[in-house]
């Protein structure tokens, strides 16, 4: 597949896992809103119904205050009626409902039916029927007008924690919560209009306060004499949220689609990229391998050809030859063999305590003719104090050995190249650097260079011999021996790569 056609099915089917997960998101949100005005609007009309019942329950208080004062003054009423009619001579024709009438004033208890002894119309008897309800209420009204001026003028003077009955308060704000819906534990204070507390809950909680509902109690009276109950709810949180649980599972499960979905994508990626490495790593095998293979092939048709006189000097020559190209071939294949080998964990070091001065040194000398042939030169400068090391010889060698050898390989046409070997020390580390003036490394092939099979694309020329390896084995060696390498390029300037290791302290 094409990697456009696979960027393509990425970006549609990641929009789509993130339109759904945006989705899903937003109706929780909504629902989260939506359960939150309802909380708010229950709490809101159970605040308002506590207020007016409070008010309800004070005017009932009031009424019934002032009913058992009419009682009380209707016994004693009666009292002086019985009294009268004692001193009256029996047969005047008063009963004792009709002495009450005489001695009570008329205008403040209601008038009764008095039954005469002659016969009355239907008439007459709707007239006095009507005469007495119209007494009754003008009666009832004055009372309860006589009360409501009792709360004007006397209930709003008193202080607000006289008026209020908190316990009755409390028990109030759970059976209206409860009628609207809402049954979370709630924490509540009553204060005046100037912000005096003058009731707090004995479990009070400043936990959610954040969110709190207020409602003024007494509304009607004065400013100065109304009162504010506040009100809020520990839990509030859990209690909108709880509707909202079943789209948890919804939303962690698209999200680990969408994370397996990218995973899957860098899968893929990654195995294209294996797969034209593998390309690239055939084609750079078989460059590789068809010059000794043709030379030794080239030097056996010499050795069976009859026509062709085997001097000496040619058979040393033809022997040299098929001698130089099977180091050439055995050392390829090691190299193959040397990473497989590292793949497996199966790298068995023998190693030992060198210098590593001594050792830059030493292979500085076997690249000096080949450095030397292009014109340049190698410069050598030794600044470790502390150059003791404990490595695999061998390894190590081939280290130092990759990193010149790239160095000389990757210079510039037809320019000499010149190497900057130097080795320097701080507390715990030694340093060794190899430094060239080639054509450098572009910023976005650096990351990649340490990379098996990797190599930086120079198109159709093969100009430059490997199997993209060598970088892949020197890090790896690096690391098992506890060190570290970095690279350091610009692209036209040259390359320095930069090895460091622990040194034997003394």
């Known amino acids: 597949m094409k990697k456009k056609t696979i960027w393509i099915v990425a970006i549609i089917m990641g929009l789509s896992f993130l339109a759904l997960l945006f989705l899903q998101i937003k109706y929780i949100s909504e629902m989260v809103g939506m359960k939150k005005e309802q ?59 009709q002495s009450k009438q005489e001695a009570v004033d008329r205008a403040s208890v209601p008038k009764v039916l008095i039954v005469r002894n002659d016969k009355s119309t239907l008439s007459q008897t709707n007239k006095s029927m009507q005469e007495i ?32 009955n908190f ?26 209009q100037e912000g005096r507390e003058v009731y707090r809950c004995p479990d009070y909680d400043d936990k959610g306060e954040e969110y709190t509902y207020e409602q003024v109690l007494y509304r009607n009276d004065p400013a ?14 859990d209690y909108i949220f709880s509707s909202i649980r079943f ?23 990654r195995q294209k990229r294996y797969s034209e490495i593998k390309n690239d790593f055939i084609n750079n095998m078989t460059h590789e391998l068809k010059t000794p293979i043709s030379s030794i092939s ?27 190209e099977s180091k050439r071939l055995r050392f390829l294949v090691e190299k193959v063999l040397q990473m497989s080998m590292f793949d497996k964990h199966d790298a068995i070091f023998k190693k030992k305590e060198l210098d590593l ?9 076997t690249f000096t003719l080949r450095v030397e042939h292009t014109g340049g030169k190698i410069i050598t400068e030794v600044g470790a104090v502390e150059s003791a090391i404990y490595v695999d010889e061998m390894h190590f060698t081939n280290v130092i050995f990759n990193l010149i050898d790239n160095a000389i390989k990757y210079r510039k046409p037809d320019q000499p190249v010149n190497l900057y070997l130097k080795t320097w020390n701080d507390s715990d580390n030694v340093y060794l650097s190899v ?49 570290d390498i970095k690279v350091e390029s610009e692209y036209g300037k040259g390359t320095k790569f930069t090895i460091s290791l622990p040194f034997i302290k003394e």
């Open 298 to 324: 080239l030097a056996a048709q010499m050795l069976n050809d009859e026509s062709l006189t085997k001097s000496p000097a040619m058979m040393a020559h033809i022997g040299g030859a098929i001698q130089e």
């Open 39 to 97: 909380f708010d609007e229950s709490v809101n009309r159970s605040l308002n119904q506590v207020s007016r019942n409070l008010e309800l329950n004070e005017t009932l208080r009031f009424l019934e205050k002032d009913i058992g004062a009419a009682r009380r003054k209707s016994l004693e009423s009666d009292s002086v009626v019985s009294a009268l009619n004692q001193d009256l001579p029996h047969g005047k024709g008063y009963s004792s409902f």
């Open 133 to 164: 309800v119209r007494n009754r209420y003008v009666y009832q009204k004055a009372l309860l007008d006589q009360v409501v001026m009792s709360i004007l003028y006397s209930a709003s003077e008193k202080p607000l924690e006289e008026r209020v």
């Open 167 to 192: 316990r009755m308060l409390d028990q109030d704000l759970k059976v209206e919560l409860q009628n609207n819906g809402i049954s979370i534990p709630y924490h509540f204070t009553v204060t005046t």
């Open 247 to 269: 789209m948890i599972p919804a939303i962690v499960f698209t999200f680990i689609l969408l994370v397996t979905f990218i995973f899957t994508i860098v899968v893929v990626f």
């Open 224 to 237: 100065n004499r109304t009162g504010i109950v506040r009100i809020h709810f520990p839990e509030m949180n």
């Open 435 to 483: 430094k060239d003036d080639g054509v450098g490394i572009k910023k976005e092939n650096l990351k990649k260079i340490f990379d098996k099979f990797y190599r930086v694309h120079t198109g159709n020329v093969h100009d430059v011999k490997g199997f993209g390896l060598g970088l892949a084995y020197v890090k790896n060696i690096v690391a098992l021996h506890k060190g």
């Open 357 to 365: 001065n001594e050792l830059m040194e030493s292979v500085a000398n």
